[in-house]
């Protein structure tokens, strides 16, 4: 997989343990999905994501 496709997958995976964790044990859990979220709207206008940095240390391709 590449870098793109790395980034959905943990986003869409931290999402998911959230709202189950928010629905199951505290509405707490809910500002992880806040955080996740916005974190992706900041990426799509600055075209930087601290994860995508993180991917890239340990070595996913790009492209």
């Known amino acids: 997989m590449l870098l793109n496709e790395w980034l959905r997958l943990i986003a869409g995976i931290f999402i998911l ?3 189950v ?3 199951l ?3 707490y859990w809910f500002i992880l999905t ?3 979220a ?3 709207i ?3 206008f600055t075209r930087w994501c601290p994860m995508m940095t993180f991917l890239r240390k340990l070595g996913v391709r790009e492209e």
């Open 21 to 23: 964790l928010g629905l």
């Open 34 to 36: 806040l955080f996740v």
């Open 38 to 40: 916005l974190n992706l």
């Open 42 to 44: 900041q990426s799509a």
């Open 25 to 27: 044990f505290s509405n």
């Open 17 to 19: 343990i959230s709202v």
